[in-house]
């Protein structure tokens, strides 16, 4: 069984800063990677950024220069550090735990809501 946990989430005004965490805990041999998804109300979810195990990254165009994804392997724990908040970056940020393609598992969500 493994479980994934997000934290961090929060009312922050534009241009602020929030710091997201997420701990996959449970039988994990191997992580493949893992990453952060959000969804906004009416919208569907999208690739926020993703790290795999030997430091590779990917970014959503959209955050670029605003948001640095990071990862604790020995714990798998993955970050997400995103400065210069704007309103459109509210949505329910999801974490996804890759072990393998066929074996994913997804945290509940955390809400990050941009607001002034």
């Known amino acids: 069984q493994v479980q994934v946990v997000e934290s961090g989430g929060g009312l922050v005004q534009p241009g602020g800063s929030l710091r997201l965490s997420c701990a996959a805990s449970g039988t994990i041999f191997s992580m493949f990677a893992m990453g952060w998804y959000r969804q906004a109300p009416g919208k569907q979810r999208e690739l926020v950024a993703s790290?795999?195990?030997?430091?590779?990254?990917n970014y959503a165009d959209s955050v670029k220069g605003r948001f640095t994804i990071s990862r604790a392997n020995a714990k798998n724990t993955v970050y997400l550090q995103m400065n210069s908040l704007k309103p459109e970056d509210t949505a329910v940020y999801y974490c996804k735990a890759t072990i393998t393609p066929r074996d994913i598992h997804w945290g509940q969500g955390t809400q990050v809501t941009v607001s002034s």
């Open positions: 790290i795999t195990s030997d430091g590779n990254t």
